[in-house]
């Protein structure tokens, strides 16, 4: 094909994209969410995005494991703005309605991408593709049943503390819950990137192996951001799950190590020997001791 009939096939590919996007996300806004509506049709109904969100609200705000010991402290959301609830409404349709299509955008990139792939790369990519989705999913659902009840739950005693009313901003409350949800979905897909990396030849398991100490604190800093007032406890809850999946990934790009035939690597493997006063591991040809300053030589 010539470029140019590429770029008709793109363009008509996402066209077809870009409808679905459109139909789902009003979809969402219009389609009612219960059977009530038929009996009376002149009456306000709730759409598919109102008993989406009541139920996320539902989960986290009346949740028994959040309230068991703080049955004083109650989270109310409240608008602050006059066109939050529009803003919100609109917003989610069109997220949902994204996560609705996605069947049919993976559909068009297959379609797109596929002809011009080698069998070699088919057997690379969709196995990459497959293993990043699930583990995404994974990571969504663990930032939102984990996750997501911890951050309220460990903001909810200061609010009594402070004698500060449990109000909060409607836009506030979602916004912390669909970023939770998110950056845990992206952060349980690291493993997958390090795998291929390593099976491509751009790095190797011993930026792991030999930097574990600095790669944790940068995974505790990671986590922290990505649960801002979640408190110890949500971090730990997402560490332990990242530092797991780390470590299995390495076991698994253990085995791609040395047969890819690419010699270029970001992090060229570097050999440590000890030194001969103190015995700390240091990379071979250094003149000084990182930790005592005696000359190895």
Known sequence: MAFSEHIEE?????????YCLLISSIAMMVIPANI????DPLSFYEPLIGLILRNIRS????????????NSTRLELIAVDITAPLELYV???ILFGTIVSMPVIAYEAYKFIDPALYPHERKMIYPFITSF????????FFGFFVLCPFLIWAMLPFYHIV?????????DFYNVIFFTVLMTGLSFTVPVIFIILV???????????KRRRYIYAVLFILTAIITPNGGPLADLALFIPMVTLLEVAVLVAKRYEGTSERKFTLFPSIKYVKCNYCGAEIPEGT???TRCGCATK
């Open 10 to 18: 793109l363009r008509i590919r996402l066209k077809v994209v870009i």
């Open 36 to 39: 009530d509506f038929i009996r």
């Open 59 to 70: 989960y986290i705000l009346e949740s028994p494991f959040l309230f068991s010991s703080l």
């Open 91 to 93: 917003l989610t349709s």
């Open 133 to 140: 989705t699930i583990l995404f999913i994974i990571g969504c």
């Open 163 to 171: 004698g500060a009313q449990a109000f909060i901003s409607v836009m």
């Open 199 to 209: 099976k491509l030849g751009f790095m190797n398991t011993n930026v792991i192996t």
């Open 287 to 289: 003149i000084f001791c």
